[in-house]
């Protein structure tokens, strides 16, 4: 059973920083689609942010310029840098993953990233950025 652990979830001032990580275990597939997804009070979760397995990177559009994301393959580690916080971006935050790209290109070509399409979810972290 694939396993995704998220840490590094806080609170923090407007303008600062923070780093997720999630570590995934069990996952045997060669190709990949992970991400981030988050939800914020009252809202929908949105997918935010998916790498895959040949690196292609992609955002939506509220994230772009002030979010990265990465993957470790070594240390099997996903990343979510996160830059100049607003109070818009308070949410718990979502680590998954997925054996099937669908979900990534969605993301890239701007078409919603539907949560129910991910394969594997992780329980999430609380990011609370206060002005």
């Known amino acids: 059973q694939v396993q995704l652990q998220e840490s590094g979830g806080g609170s923090v001032q407007s303008g600062g920083s923070l780093r997720l990580s999630c570590v995934v275990s069990?996952?045997?597939?060669?190709?990949?689609?992970m991400g981030w997804f988050r939800q914020g009070p009252g809202q929908e979760r949105e997918g935010i942010a998916g790498?895959?397995?040949?690196?292609?990177?992609s955002y939506v559009d509220s994230v772009k310029g002030r979010f990265t994301i990465s993957y470790d393959n070594v240390k099997k580690t996903l990343y979510l840098e996160m830059n100049s916080l607003s109070s818009d971006d308070t949410a718990m935050y979502y680590c998954?993953?997925?054996?099937?790209?669908?979900?990534?290109?969605?993301?890239?070509?701007?078409?919603?990233?539907?949560?129910?399409?991910?394969?594997?979810w992780g329980r999430g972290t609380q990011v609370t950025v206060s002005s």
């Open positions: 998954t993953a997925d054996p099937v790209r669908v979900g990534c290109r969605n993301l890239e070509y701007g078409v919603k990233w539907r949560p129910s399409s991910v394969s594997y």
């Open positions: 790498i895959e397995d040949n690196g292609v990177t």
């Open positions: 069990r996952y045997t597939s060669s190709s990949y689609c």
